[in-house]
């Protein structure tokens, strides 16, 4: 089953502005991940986040992890054409034997 | 020096045919995956194997098998292949079961006609 719900389902943005998109889940979690995926491609890990942590960075990347609401936000700052990507997120659970199970994505667009 | 590689990257074939998707990993993962993404981009989980041993085993016809010829090596195969198939199929590996990063391959496009 899908664990994770991603919002907005699509998001434009210019160039330069930042994206932000929200990840609900509804089991406790261990982590959270973020992957990204190109049309046509697989998906790349961005950031994994673990369950005691509320906050993580990576280069332009920002990783929110509110457990008590049980959801997870992704902020992309100046934010570039390379970075039009669907957006997941993934959690695992030791209550569903550690299987990643992924969100619906967010579909980024970031026009020039 | 492709870390996850997946053959082929498409395949289109008619309904009732059996096919197979290769996949191999040069991480030194333990652990390998198989999932479907549907046209709604949901991703899936349908198999997972840790050192040769199947692990996970989704709700998946039986039509579908995996096969683990070494740690490095996950093959699927597929009889009888039906219209609903049809769907991108990606191969994964992490160093430890589930709760790992995760390096996906490029994706098998399959589509039955």
């Known amino acids: 089953s899908q664990q994770g719900e991603e919002d907005p389902q699509a998001l434009s943005i210019q160039e330069g502005e930042n994206a932000t998109m929200n990840c609900s889940y509804k089991?406790?979690?261990?982590?959270l991940q973020w992957y990204r995926q190109n049309s046509g491609r697989g998906l790349v890990h961005l950031i994994l986040?673990?369950?005691?942590?509320r906050e993580k960075h990576s280069g332009r990347l920002r990783v929110t992890l509110d457990t008590s609401k049980k959801s997870s936000s992704l902020l992309i700052t100046a934010s570039r054409a390379a970075d039009t990507a669907s957006y997941f997120c993934a959690t695992d659970s030791y209550e569903d034997d550690y299987k990643l199970s992924f969100g619906a994505g967010t579909t980024v667009t970031v026009r020039a | 020096d492709t870390a996850v590689s997946q053959t082929p990257k498409y395949l289109v074939t008619q309904m009732g045919n059996d096919k197979s998707i290769k996949c191999e990993q040069n991480?030194?993962?333990?652990?390998m995956y198989w999932y479907k993404q549907d046209s709604k981009k949901f991703l899936k989980i349908m198999f997972s194997?840790?050192?040769?041993?199947?692990?996970i085993n989704e709700t998946v016809p039986n039509r579908f098998s995996p096969k683990s010829p070494d740690k490095a090596h996950l093959n699927l195969h597929i009889n009888s292949l039906e219209l609903g198939d049809s769907a991108v199929y990606f191969c994964a590996s992490s160093q430890e079961r589930g709760r790992d990063t995760q390096y996906f391959g490029p994706g098998t496009r399959l589509t039955v006609l």
């Open positions: 986040i673990r369950s005691n942590e």
């Open positions: 089991t406790s979690i261990n982590n």
């Open positions: 991480l030194g993962h333990d652990t």
């Open positions: 194997y840790n050192n040769k041993e199947l692990i």
